[in-house]
């Protein structure tokens, strides 16, 4: 019985296979006719979980993608070839899908046969999505969980999953639950994050990070080097005194005006002076066009919360939630008695030495001059985040092996789809993300 590698790909929301197509294809050029060992790659790409199912939740995609795992893993002893390893990528909501994934597979014993190997995310919300100083935040926090049924309900980390009430997305990264047993276990984690421009997962969701060293990047003098080999990927980079920052001149009123893009996808995009015709019907384009969005939201969000009553009412495996159930009744610890505030208020968090993990506070009484600049308002690129995330953040930064990534996509609207060539057919300019691909599959351990 010939052994395989099972590399498990998993889209995001409003997601479906093709979106992960390109991923699927460099992956299979860099690694496909590669044997280490007498052991093949085989891809699957996650599809039982696509399109409006997404909106069900982390937990239902998850379960839906560990059954489909199973099904794979038996077709193939079918076909005399074994999983002997295993790896997961994710993207966007396909990331926490993974990681709620890998416990589903721990608690069935899956690990004890099979190697884990790679877990690897691709802007990924790993906290949720946080809170910013912005109007347009807390519009995006109160609709979401309204009009993206369970899905944003986890998103904004206002589900109380967990019978002691905790939000899934503290509970996948609490070290005393199977999830975050089953991450350690990967000797590869490595996790993609959008420097700029995602407008979609900011940059200290997906690169778990109590602040965002990019927010400000054009005036804050900060330096980057790139990756020769791999275009848009991140060598390093480092902040520089804001004496020697350097910030671009800006344009004159007429060259604005020749220069104005309509937010809208770049086929509906024109040059000037057909811009200016394009701006003067967005007072019934824009209205009509959230109208539209909303309707159809609402709509997909009550289909969702239809089908997860059946779900829950013909369910009869015992899911991860009874089973974590049972242990919080049971246990009582300190660690579950940290994360037991649900309803954490979010607030901003303070400059923190370093990109990733927040510094303990220290013991020293602040100076009056300190004390007007915590009381000053943050900036809108500054994350507002719950006890709750900032747990996370310290949790999941804890891991030995985690290794960051950061993309800089400099001059694209939206950098949530270039990160993973999602629609090149499209939208070309979707290939500037295939050097981040291309970095991914070489440091991919067969």
């Avoid at 994360?339 to 220290?362: H, L, W």
């Avoid at 939208?427 to 970095?439: I, P």
Wanted: proline residues 7%; charged residues 25%.
């Amino acid at each position: 019985m010939s052994d395989v590698h099972l590399l498990v790909l998993i889209h995001g929301m409003w997601g479906n296979p093709s979106h992960l197509a390109h991923v699927n294809k460099i992956i299979r050029e860099v690694k496909g006719e590669v044997e280490d060992g007498d052991v093949k790659l085989e891809v699957l790409v996650a599809e039982t979980n696509k399109d409006e199912s997404t909106y069900d939740g982390i937990d239902w995609g998850g379960e839906r993608v560990a059954e489909e795992i199973r099904q794979k893993t038996a077709d193939l002893e079918k076909e005399g070839r074994k999983v002997t390893r295993f790896s997961v990528t994710g993207y966007s909501l396909g990331g926490l899908v993974a990681r709620y994934v890998i416990g589903v597979l721990h608690q069935s014993k899956f690990f004890e046969t099979v190697q884990p190997v790679n877990f690897n995310t691709l802007a990924t919300p790993h906290i949720g999505i946080p809170r910013f100083p912005s109007t347009f935040s807390s519009i995006s926090a109160f609709l979401g969980p309204k009009l993206l049924s369970r899905s944003g309900e986890q998103f904004f980390c206002v589900d109380k999953w967990s019978p002691r009430g905790r939000p899934l997305v503290e509970v996948l990264a609490d070290p005393d639950r199977i999830f975050y047993q089953a991450l350690i276990l990967f000797p590869n984690i490595r996790i993609y994050a959008n420097a700029i421009n995602d407008l979609t997962v900011p940059y200290v969701t997906s690169g778990i990070s109590a602040e965002d060293p990019f927010g400000d990047y054009e005036k804050n003098g900060i330096k980057i080097d790139f990756h020769e080999e791999y275009k848009h990927v991140i060598k390093s980079y480092s902040a520089v005194p804001l004496s020697s920052a350097t910030t671009k001149e800006p344009q004159r009123w007429y060259e604005s005006i020749r220069n104005m893009r309509v937010p809208l996808p770049p086929r509906f995009q024109a040059e000037f002076p057909l811009n200016l015709a394009v701006y003067a019907l967005l007072p019934i384009l824009f209205p009509t066009f959230i109208c539209l969005a909303l309707i159809r939201l609402s709509f997909q969000s009550h289909q969702s919360r239809g089908r997860l009553r059946h779900l829950e009412a013909q369910s009869t495996r015992e899911r991860l939630v009874h089973i974590i159930g049972k242990l919080e009744s049971e246990l009582e610890s300190a660690a579950v008695d940290l994360y037991d505030d649900p309803a954490g208020t979010p607030i901003a968090t303070s400059r923190i030495s370093g990109a990733d993990p927040a510094n303990k506070a220290s013991s020293t009484k602040p100076t009056k001059g300190q004390q007007k600049k915590s009381q000053s308002k943050p900036p809108p690129y500054q994350p507002l985040l719950t006890p709750g995330q900032l747990q996370c953040i310290e949790n999941l930064n804890n891991i030995p092996q985690l290794k960051k990534e950061r993309t800089f996509f400099e001059g694209v609207r939206n950098s949530h789809a270039v990160i993973v060539c999602r629609d090149p057919k499209m939208f070309k300019h979707h290939l500037e993300g295939e050097g981040v691909l291309r970095h991914w599959a070489d440091h991919f351990e067969l």
